[in-house]
């Protein structure tokens, strides 16, 4: 239909994360470049978990693209059972 489709809290990180082959981890496939997160700087349950927090932060301070026209099929419950 042409139209954006914004999403201004998808849970950045709570529900599911995306790795990429350079080893970045971010929210979703969209938004590695904006958010990503090297995945050898996670060492504890603790970074996994602040993960969501840290992404927050970062959407809030700089929003990408992507998130302002969000194509993630993960954040509309294709998948959902």
């Not at 139209?3 to 970045?24: K, N, T, Y």
């Not at 996994?48 to 929003?63: E, K, N, P, S």
């Amino acid at each position: 239909m042409g139209e954006a489709l914004p999403v201004f809290d998808c849970r950045p990180g709570r529900e599911f994360l995306f790795i990429d082959e350079h080893g970045l981890v971010s929210p979703c496939s969209f938004t590695g470049d904006a958010y990503g997160v090297p995945l050898s700087s996670l060492r504890t349950i603790s970074d996994l978990d602040g993960l969501h927090d840290r992404f927050t932060i970062a959407q809030a301070a700089a929003r990408c693209d992507a998130c302002n026209d969000c194509p993630s099929t993960q954040t509309f419950a294709k998948f959902a059972a």
